[in-house]
Structures are given as structure tokens and as C-alpha cells.
């Protein structure tokens, strides 16, 4: 399967609207990535982070 990478203005009403009409002919799969910030950021909000209180406890954890 080849992929297609599409860089567009979603403020142009035209480009929007070509993209919506691709997509609603259902030949196309899309899939939705979330940037590694916001990932990131949804796990410190679900509480899947772990606190230090130093580096040096961090490293003595992995070991």
C-alpha cells in the first residue's frame, strides 16, 4: 500500500472541501496521529506518569 502526504492550509476553503470529497469516496484510509507532545501531555492528565525526587533516584530505579 502506498501513502500520501498531504500538507494544506485548513484555513483555504477549497483545499478543505477536496480533501473532504477524497475522503467521503472511501478508497482512502486515514489514520490519525497524535503528536508525541500531546500524547505526552493526555498521559500526565490520566496519572500515567511517575515522579522523582532526583536523577540520581531515577537511575537507581532503573537498575
Do not use: C, W
Not at 502526504?5 to 469516496?25: C, I, R, V
Amino acid at each position: 500500500m502506498a501513502t500520501i502526504t498531504l500538507k494544506y492550509n485548513p484555513k483555504n476553503h477549497k483545499a478543505q472541501k477536496a480533501l473532504e470529497f477524497m475522503l467521503s469516496l472511501g478508497v482512502f484510509e486515514t489514520s490519525a496521529t497524535i503528536p508525541a507532545l500531546d500524547k505526552s501531555l493526555k498521559e500526565a492528565k490520566e496519572g500515567k506518569v511517575k515522579t522523582y525526587n532526583s536523577v540520581d533516584d531515577f537511575f537507581k530505579k532503573l537498575r
